[in-house]
């Protein structure tokens, strides 16, 4: 099992930069997938995939509309997954999410086991 802890969250302006960081408790977290995943205000559907990292960090897959702003990267030795976020704009507004699963290639929430919290990232215009 794995405890997961974000971090990071916060107000920025459109255009500017935020990193994410999970760090999880436990000693199997170097055999698990990440992902981040984030939900917008107000809205019921189901968390929306950000992107995802293998558990060794050699592979990496993103959604169509963070690609070239965000990177997914981790740190076995420190325990933590980070998603760089830069050029960010408002609609990347929502709570950001961290989670443990077995294989990075799923998009869908339901496939990731262990969650944290969330950490809020507001982008004003």
């Known amino acids: 099992q794995v405890q997961l802890v974000e971090s990071g969250g916060g107000l920025v302006q459109a255009g500017g930069s935020l990193r994410l960081s999970c760090a999880a408790s436990g000693r199997t977290f170097s055999s698990y997938a990440m992902g981040w995943f984030r939900q917008a205000p107000g809205k019921q559907r189901e968390r929306e995939f950000v992107?995802?990292?293998?558990?060794?960090?050699?592979?990496?897959r993103y959604l169509d509309s963070v690609k070239g702003r965000f990177t997914i990267y981790r740190d076995n030795d420190k325990n933590t997954v980070y998603l760089q976020m830069n050029s960010l704009q408002p609609e990347d507004t929502a709570v950001y999410y961290c989670a443990a699963g077995d294989n990075y290639y799923y998009t869908i929430s339901s496939r990731y086991n262990y969650w944290g919290q969330g950490t809020q990232v507001t982008v004003s215009s």
């Open positions: 992107a995802s990292i293998t558990s060794n960090g050699m592979f990496t």
